[in-house]
């Protein structure tokens, strides 16, 4: 993923959001189901005069059709910064509507802040937002929100003072959330932070910012994350960044597409996208072909069913084969080389199957599509304890089956 986003990518291909999506208006904050079928953002395109959450539905030629409000989430007040997590089942919102903190502003009037806000989708349908608790809302605006595991990013800053932006993290335990913190240098500095996102393992934090040394006002950037810190800060670069403003990137995996907001000169900000050009998927043919594929590049701890790192690559395309192919079902197949005992790796071959169907659960397929099964040593590719041949024989299947 970090090769797709260098400035000496040619292949990068950016451009205005295909549809009826972009107007005159404010269009900011993107974010997406995780079958990347349904585009959340939010715009002030009412005569309401106030920002409100729309939504849009991906047609089949791939471009989005005109947005519609979402009533249940909006309120008679400004509604902004949709985030739905990784599994689709909440979505995070900042408002200023009635229940918000009151703030005491300096000329004696009293002021809203915008506090963040979260709604659970039922299979059908979101909830009626509720406000997060303190520590979280304040008398500052909060806004931004980003969602992974127990982590929640958002940005606050002073009533009416946006150039003092920062982006905190708090952390969901014991049935409560931690006091905020900002995040440390480099993310933070002197300047405007805002709009940070994790990608789906959380090993990067993009965020926008508008520090000396980019390409116009905001530019997006991108950080290693490294235990709890951040390193290898880098400016996204061209194409992404421009002379004007660029914010609120998110990554959608399934479509290894990016979604951002830039400013057009003119006007107000629109949605861009920042695509790779599609490439074959040769685990979609070899699926469509024989019904079943066996890859041995599913690596897992040594005697462990942890999964390594280097085996998101080829369990992706699994995860992009399973989302643009909703009816479809599968069995995920665990298999051992012919070392160790016969018992073990039964119980191993078993486990490692379900540690590959957690994976393709977080990555939001849904869990009733998916069955395990071990089969330990008995079915080897290989009669053989070789190095070479027990590499073969360690190795994870996935056979389609009917619905």
């Given at each position: 993923?970090?090769a797709q986003?260098q400035?000496s990518?040619?292949?990068?291909?950016?451009?205005?959001?295909?549809?009826?999506?972009?107007?005159?208006f404010?269009?900011?904050?993107?974010?997406?189901?995780?079958?990347?079928k349904?585009?959340y953002?939010?715009?002030?395109?009412?005569?309401?005069?106030?920002?409100?959450i729309?939504?849009s539905?991906r047609?089949?030629?791939?471009?989005w059709d005109?947005?519609?409000?979402v009533?249940?989430?909006?309120?008679p007040?400004?509604?902004q910064?949709p985030?739905?997590?990784?599994d689709?089942?909440?979505l995070?919102?900042?408002s200023?509507r009635?229940?918000?903190?009151?703030?005491m502003l300096p000329?004696?009037?009293?002021?809203?802040?915008r506090?963040l806000?979260?709604?659970?989708?039922d299979g059908?349908?979101?909830?009626q937002p509720v406000a997060?608790?303190?520590?979280?809302n304040?008398?500052?605006?909060?806004e931004?929100?980003?969602?992974l595991?127990d982590?929640l990013?958002f940005?606050?800053y002073?009533?009416g003072?946006p150039?003092?932006a920062?982006?905190y993290?708090s952390q969901y335990?014991?049935?409560?959330?931690?006091?905020?913190?900002p995040?440390?240098?480099?993310?933070?500095?002197?300047?405007?932070?805002i709009?940070?996102?994790?990608?789906?393992?959380g090993?990067l934090?993009?965020?926008?910012?508008?520090?000396p040394?980019g390409y116009?006002?905001?530019d997006l950037?991108m950080a290693k994350?490294?235990g709890?810190s951040f390193?290898?800060?880098?400016?996204?670069?061209?194409p992404?960044?421009?002379?004007?403003d660029?914010a609120y990137?998110v990554?959608?995996q399934?479509?290894?597409?990016f979604?951002?907001?830039?400013?057009?000169e003119?006007r107000?900000?629109d949605l861009?996208?920042?695509s790779?050009?599609?490439?074959?998927?040769?685990?979609?043919?070899?699926l469509?072909?024989?019904?079943?594929?066996s890859?041995?590049?599913v690596?897992?701890?040594?005697?462990?069913?942890?999964?390594?790192?280097?085996?998101?690559i080829p369990?992706?395309?699994?995860?992009?084969y399973?989302?643009?192919?909703a009816?479809?079902k599968?069995?995920i197949i665990?298999?051992?080389?012919?070392t160790g005992?016969?018992?073990?790796?039964?119980?191993?071959s078993?486990?490692?199957a379900?540690?590959v169907k957690?994976?393709?659960v977080s990555?939001?397929v849904?869990?009733k599509r998916?069955?395990?099964?071990?089969k330990g040593p008995?079915?080897?590719v290989v009669?053989?304890t070789d190095?070479a041949?027990?590499?073969k024989?360690?190795?994870t299947?996935?056979?389609?089956?009917d619905?």
């Amino acid at each position: 993923m970090l090769a797709q986003v260098q400035p000496s990518e040619p292949s990068l291909l950016v451009a205005p959001i295909q549809g009826p999506i972009n107007t005159e208006f404010q269009e900011f904050g993107p974010t997406m189901t995780p079958d990347a079928k349904t585009l959340y953002f939010y715009s002030k395109r009412s005569n309401r005069g106030y920002t409100e959450i729309f939504k849009s539905e991906r047609k089949k030629d791939g471009t989005w059709d005109f947005p519609e409000e979402v009533d249940v989430l909006n309120s008679p007040f400004d509604d902004q910064s949709p985030f739905i997590s990784r599994d689709g089942k909440t979505l995070l919102l900042s408002s200023n509507r009635d229940g918000s903190v009151e703030v005491m502003l300096p000329d004696g009037k009293v002021g809203i802040s915008r506090d963040l806000y979260v709604s659970n989708w039922d299979g059908k349908s979101w909830s009626q937002p509720v406000a997060l608790p303190a520590p979280i809302n304040t008398e500052e605006i909060e806004e931004n929100p980003h969602l992974l595991g127990d982590t929640l990013l958002f940005t606050r800053y002073p009533f009416g003072k946006p150039n003092l932006a920062k982006v905190y993290f708090s952390q969901y335990k014991g049935e409560k959330w931690s006091t905020p913190k900002p995040l440390p240098s480099p993310i933070n500095d002197n300047y405007a932070t805002i709009a940070a996102a994790f990608n789906d393992d959380g090993s990067l934090l993009f965020f926008s910012s508008n520090r000396p040394g980019g390409y116009g006002g905001f530019d997006l950037y991108m950080a290693k994350i490294d235990g709890d810190s951040f390193k290898d800060i880098e400016n996204l670069g061209a194409p992404i960044n421009s002379s004007e403003d660029e914010a609120y990137i998110v990554f959608q995996q399934i479509k290894k597409t990016f979604l951002f907001c830039r400013r057009v000169e003119g006007r107000s900000f629109d949605l861009f996208s920042a695509s790779v050009p599609k490439q074959e998927n040769l685990v979609q043919k070899k699926l469509e072909e024989t019904k079943k594929i066996s890859l041995d590049s599913v690596y897992f701890e040594r005697a462990s069913s942890i999964l390594k790192p280097e085996s998101s690559i080829p369990l992706d395309a699994i995860v992009d084969y399973l989302h643009e192919n909703a009816d479809k079902k599968m069995k995920i197949i665990g298999h051992t080389d012919l070392t160790g005992t016969f018992e073990d790796n039964m119980v191993l071959s078993k486990e490692r199957a379900e540690s590959v169907k957690q994976y393709l659960v977080s990555k939001g397929v849904d869990p009733k599509r998916l069955a395990t099964d071990g089969k330990g040593p008995t079915q080897p590719v290989v009669q053989a304890t070789d190095e070479a041949s027990s590499k073969k024989n360690r190795r994870t299947e996935f056979v389609l089956i009917d619905p």
